[in-house]
């Protein structure tokens, strides 16, 4: 199983960033997928999640109507659109598979919001 995130960077606060994470090793279509960030000194976060179809999405409190949780079965690949940036979304992000027995991890792709 590999998840490679891609797409972080340095933003300003108030912008936008489409983060990435493709998939494989698995059956994509048949799992849930999530998005987690840590921020330095803070422990790892749920920041959204999506079922195995797409139908179903779901968001921490601070991200909802900010963050969009999106995925493309056929492309094997999860996307957060993340909108309204502030300097406290500033994170590694992480992509998240679990389900039937299995957790798999990626590395990380680091988003940081500064002027």
């Known amino acids: 199983v590999q998840l490679v995130e891609s797409g972080g960077g340095l933003v300003q606060p108030g912008g936008s960033l489409r983060l990435s994470c493709a998939a494989s090793?698995?059956?994509?279509?048949?799992?849930?997928m999530s998005w987690y960030r840590q921020a330095p000194g803070k422990e790892r976060e749920l920041v959204a999640g999506i079922n195995s179809a797409g139908s179903s999405t779901k968001y921490a409190d601070s991200m909802a109507g900010r963050f969009t949780i999106s995925r493309d079965n056929a492309k094997n690949t999860v996307y957060l659109q993340m909108n309204s940036l502030k300097p406290e979304d500033t994170a590694v992000y992480y992509c998240?598979?679990?389900?039937?027995?299995?957790?798999?991890w990626g590395k990380g792709t680091l988003v940081t919001v500064s002027s």
């Open positions: 090793g698995f059956t994509f279509s048949m799992y849930s």
């Open positions: 998240n598979v679990r389900g039937y027995g299995m957790e798999y």
